[in-house]
């Protein structure tokens, strides 16, 4: 099994001992991320749309330098901070991920292993963020073209 790691500078730099994704076996795993401008290493401003938009941005980058992309992906999986975020989370979502309908789980979450006011963390399918509002992603399986 050829397991490859993948970097791009439009994303942002993985933080911890984790890559921004692995491609194995003609699948792409993304690491979460979070609702950081990857040439400032600033949160963007604003609420869960940009935030959202952002994360997706950032989840873009890392799949094109894995050769895939976003109508490659399977799975997602997004955390949301606030269950009320999710029609503005989902409107910015669809703009993104609405021609490949990927399956997907959706859940509020309390607390992650990460300070400060924002949190990330991973998970095996599309991975996320906290913000003040939004927890979102990784891609668990995106297909190589």
Request: charged share 25%.
């Amino acid at each position: 099994m050829k397991r490859e790691a993948v970097q791009t500078d439009g994303a942002p730099k993985a933080i911890r001992p984790y890559e921004q994704a692995i491609r194995v076996n003609g699948f792409v795993f993304t690491a979460g991320q979070i609702a950081l401008d990857p040439k400032t290493g600033n949160l963007v401003q604003g609420g869960i749309k940009e935030q959202t938009r952002q994360v997706l941005d950032n989840l873009k980058a890392v799949l094109e330098a894995s050769d895939s992309s976003m109508d490659q992906v399977i799975k997602t999986t997004v955390f949301l901070k606030e269950m009320a975020d999710f029609q503005a989370m989902n409107e910015v979502y669809a703009e993104y991920l609405g021609n490949s309908k990927p399956a997907r789980s959706t859940v509020a979450v309390a607390e992650l292993p990460e300070e400060p006011w924002w949190r990330s963390t991973l998970s095996p399918s599309l991975d996320y963020l906290i913000c003040p509002h939004l927890a979102i992603l990784d891609f668990g399986f995106a297909i190589l073209d």
